[in-house]
């Protein structure tokens, strides 16, 4: 077992995101999350990927609790792209990608998604769908071997769409996500949260 959860809860005031959800992810598993705007679907990943603490309950990674030590496990795409905008796309995935394997999947991933790996430009003068392939090919070609993505199809076209939704469901590494365009995944695991708990 990779990550369990148990009675994994957040709350903000007296607002419950998340109530007392209980699960487990297999290691190399990919996981759709479903449900409706404000279930707590954001929520949910940013706790299990320890971008945020929970209010109760606790998630263990192998066995043992989850900690900051823990975060280089994991790939995030969300609201934040964790990408530099000042910095050009070359310049971004050398700073995030340490080994030679690590970049040249990254060159050969901006291939397939039509980015100009050399490009002069820095990522603000890029398209919104640019910068979402730019973070998207950032945590696929990094070591890191759990991907938790927030709504990765956002902005792209639909044939980026696609090969995205592609290499997701092919990679080795585990694969949580939250998408409102389910079609593209049909071989994940469906979960599903309801006003905050998790079914």
Request: net charge positive; charged share 25%; aromatic share 8%.
């Amino acid at each position: 077992m990779l990550l369990k959860f148990k009675k994994l809860s957040k709350y903000y005031l007296e607002s419950c995101a998340l109530k007392e959800a209980t699960g487990d992810i297999i290691l190399g598993e990919k996981v759709l999350v479903q449900g409706e705007n404000g279930s707590g679907k954001s929520t949910f990943l940013k706790l299990i990927s320890g971008q945020i603490l929970p209010s109760g309950g606790e998630i263990l990674l192998e066995g043992a609790p989850l900690k900051n030590t823990s975060r280089g496990r994991f790939s995030i795409l969300g609201e934040s792209r964790f990408i530099y905008l000042d910095l050009t796309l070359k310049e971004n995935l050398k700073l995030s990608l340490h080994s030679a394997d690590e970049r040249l999947l990254a060159e050969t991933l901006c291939q397939e998604f039509d980015l100009d790996f050399s490009s002069p430009k820095t990522i603000r003068e890029l398209s919104s769908g640019q910068k979402q392939k730019v973070a998207a090919i950032r945590a696929l070609a990094s070591k890191s071997d759990i991907l938790v993505f927030d709504e990765p199809l956002n902005f792209l076209d639909p044939s980026s769409k696609l090969k995205l939704a592609q290499r997701l469901s092919i990679t080795d590494k585990t694969v949580v996500l939250v998408s409102h365009e389910s079609e593209f995944f049909p071989k994940f695991r469906k979960v599903e949260i309801k006003g905050g708990v998790l079914c």
